[in-house]
Structures are given as C-alpha cells and as structure tokens.
C-alpha cells in the first residue's frame, strides 16, 4: 500500500510577471496573503491561502532566463491544471460571472462531469469550468463532487454494467436518428 495522502496540500506555479499574477490571485480569485517576499536573487514569492490554512497556492518569479508566458491555446502546460472547489452551485455562478467580468479567457464549461450531461460513467457529477491565468496555465472552479468512501469503488458494480448498457443502447439510437 502507498503512502496515505490526505489531500493536496498546496500548488505553486512559476509566472512570468509577478504583479499582474499577484493581482489576478489576489483580486480575480480573492487568495489571502499569509506571506509575500523578494528573495536575495530579485525574484519574488506570495504564499497565498482560501482560508485558514497557511498556503494553499504559491506563486514564484520564474528564474533569471526561464521562459513561461508561452502558451498553446486552450492547451496545459507544465501544469496540466489547478482546481479550486467552491461551496455551492451559487457559489459557481458567483465565480463564473466574476472571472467573465474581470476578463480572463474561459477556454471550457460551464459543463457537468459525467454521464448526466453525456459525459464518461466515472466523472464525478460536479460542475465546471476551466480558464487561464495571465501566464496560460489552466485554471477549473468546480461545485458538487462526489465522495468516494474509503474501501468503495466507483462506479459500483451493481450499477456500473446496467449503465454502460444504457448509454452503449442510447448512442445507438442517437446514431439510428441521425443517420435518417
């Protein structure tokens, strides 16, 4: 058995202007600031944090030379992707209106993650949608993921053949209609 991991402790990402990522995690995101310094090198560093815990994301200067504002649209980088989980399906549309108005790009969503909105059997049924921060990494806000008990599977197997039945039958008589 593996080492038990309770939770992901923090993330920290590179960026490539200091500021204006300080004040988009700060002011679009709305992250506290245990901590900000400027490290003997020049380079800076904010230990920011949602709520009481001292960090939960990170931002660094990248290092003299290290080029991190190149982007693929619409595409991870290093960083596949960092999610911030909110309370409530209220609290996502909060969150949806507030990135739209200070203009950062939504590259996906809103959109449910599992078969309720034609998704795969195993998503986790809760809401989303992805963005960039001024450096491209792609952010998610979601709502409502589902928990799996320790010692459980998911999906289970009493329903988990009867649903992949359902949806194998479902497409094919999506097919059948579209093919007329």
Do not use: W
């Not at 230990?47 to 619409?74: K, Q, W, Y």
């Not at 409530?88 to 993650?113: C, Q």
Request: negative net charge.
């Amino acid at each position: 058995m593996g080492i038990q991991i309770k939770r992901v402790g923090h993330v920290g990402i590179l960026v490539s202007d200091f500021e204006r990522s300080f004040e988009f995690y700060t002011k679009v995101l709305g992250c506290k600031v245990t901590s900000r310094r400027r490290r003997p090198d020049g380079a800076e560093t904010a230990f920011l944090r949602f709520d009481e815990t001292h960090h939960d994301f990170v931002i660094a200067s990248a290092p003299e030379g290290v080029d991190v504002s190149e982007n693929v649209p619409g595409s991870a980088r290093l960083v596949q992707q960092v999610a911030f989980e909110v309370e409530n399906r209220d609290e996502f549309m909060k969150a949806l209106a507030h990135i739209h108005t200070h203009g950062a790009e939504i590259v996906s969503g809103p959109l449910t993650h599992g078969i309720e909105a034609g998704g795969n059997l195993e998503g986790s049924g809760s809401r989303s949608f992805y963005f960039l921060d001024p450096d491209g990494n792609r952010l998610e806000i979601f709502c409502d993921g589902m928990k799996v008990p320790n010692g459980e599977q998911f999906p289970r197997a009493e329903y988990a053949d009867a649903i992949k039945d359902f949806m194998e039958k479902q497409a094919a008589k999506a097919a059948e209609l579209s093919a007329d």
